[in-house]
């Protein structure tokens, strides 16, 4: 997520109050951090998410523990609301280019899902490139999903940006579990599309995410000798689509990303599945952290609390 280079053609495209976002996003996390070391670009990421963050709605607690992995352990944090059973568990993974972010840097968003659901969310705090590259984040989410399949609650995967993409591979991937999903939510994802077409071209240079931040990210994070192809990294790679759960994507529209909510659904589709791909309007990537600033914003982020409300009580909304 770096610094607008200019404003260009989304100058007048963009409501000011969005601007307001993206400039305070940049005067936090400026464009010269992709050059730091990464230990670095996560203290300045860390710094960001704590100025954003919005505390937990009431009626939320929390509790932090641990996921037994092979050799080591994944941390989790547990949001249930207070008082009440919840119906069914939503696995949230958390955005930042699979470089950046952990249990903090999502917490009021889990939260307020928490709340806005009422339904338990498990936080999962996979591992990071460039200490540990593919297929090790992808390792971690599987071992989370193993271990909230045993909770006996239904399970709703959820995921913004990179987690968005680990969402997808682990749907992909235990799609013939006993306690396969019972839907997903994809927040923005970046799923290995067609970077020659559609929002790679029309979106290249978009604010807070170019097709160039993409490409940094995905070298940091792909091991040496990385297939493209493999699904389990680029979901969109896969051959076979049929047997997912009911899926809602919601991209931005200004965000080189969108198309790939858009292949997403119509590969589901096109296998017999249900899916249903909504491009929030004059958004860019990252736009949940402006849903208290922008209306637009505020009305993206009630969507998708809706459709995981709808998909967790085993209803199709669309």
């Known amino acids: 997520m770096t610094a607008d280079r200019h404003r260009g053609k989304y100058e007048t495209r963009l409501d000011p109050a969005l601007w307001a976002y993206i400039d305070t996003v940049n005067a936090w996390y400026p464009?010269?951090?992709?050059?730091?070391?990464?230990?670095?670009?996560r203290a300045v990421y860390d710094r960001m998410c704590r100025a954003f963050h919005q505390?937990?709605?009431?009626?939320?607690?929390?509790?932090?523990?641990?996921?037994?992995?092979?050799?080591?352990?994944?941390?989790?944090?547990?949001?249930?609301?207070?008082?009440?059973?919840?119906?069914?568990?939503?696995?949230?993974?958390?955005g930042g280019g699979f470089i950046l972010g952990g249990l903090d840097s999502h917490?009021?968003?889990?939260?307020?899902?928490?709340?806005?659901?009422?339904?338990?969310?498990?936080?999962?705090?996979?591992?990071?490139a460039p200490e540990h590259v593919h297929p090790a984040a992808f390792d971690d989410a599987m071992a989370a999903f193993a271990w909230a399949a045993t909770s006996g609650l239904p399970l709703v995967l959820c995921g913004e940006s990179a987690g968005g993409n680990l969402a997808a591979a682990v749907a992909q991937a235990t799609r013939q579990h006993i306690r396969?999903?019972?839907?997903?939510v994809l927040i923005y994802p970046g799923l290995g599309g067609d970077e020659a077409a559609g929002s790679y071209v029309e979106h290249a240079e978009a604010p807070l995410l170019s097709v160039s931040d993409i490409a940094f990210y995905r070298n940091v994070r792909s091991a040496k000798r990385q297939s493209p192809d493999d699904p389990t990294f680029s979901p969109l790679r896969d051959?076979?689509?049929?047997?997912?759960p009911p899926t809602v994507i919601i991209t931005a529209e200004c965000d080189?990303?969108?198309?790939?909510?858009?292949?997403?659904?119509?590969?589901?589709?096109?296998?017999?599945?249900?899916?249903?791909?909504?491009?929030?309007?004059?958004?860019?990537?990252?736009?949940?952290?402006?849903?208290?600033?922008?209306?637009?914003?505020?009305?993206a982020f009630a969507r998708i609390i809706a459709a995981i409300a709808s998909l967790g009580r085993g209803e199709w909304p669309y």
């Not at 917490?107 to 591992?127: K, P």
Request: proline share 6%; aromatic share 8%.
């Open 239 to 244: 051959n076979d689509f049929s047997g997912l």
């Open 55 to 94: 505390g937990r709605p009431p009626g939320v607690k929390a509790s932090d523990g641990l996921v037994a992995a092979s050799g080591h352990g994944i941390p989790i944090r547990h949001y249930q609301p207070a008082g009440k059973a919840a119906r069914a568990m939503v696995l949230y993974f958390h």
């Open 107 to 128: 917490d009021d968003i889990c939260a307020e899902i928490c709340a806005g659901t009422g339904f338990d969310v498990l936080s999962v705090d996979y591992r990071l």
């Open 180 to 184: 396969a999903a019972i839907g997903q």
């Open 256 to 299: 080189p990303l969108s198309s790939d909510g858009e292949t997403y659904r119509d590969r589901i589709v096109a296998a017999g599945g249900k899916a249903w791909w909504h491009e929030e309007k004059r958004l860019v990537h990252s736009f949940l952290r402006a849903r208290t600033t922008v209306p637009a914003a505020a009305e």
């Open 31 to 41: 464009p010269e951090v992709i050059g730091l070391p990464i230990d670095k670009q």
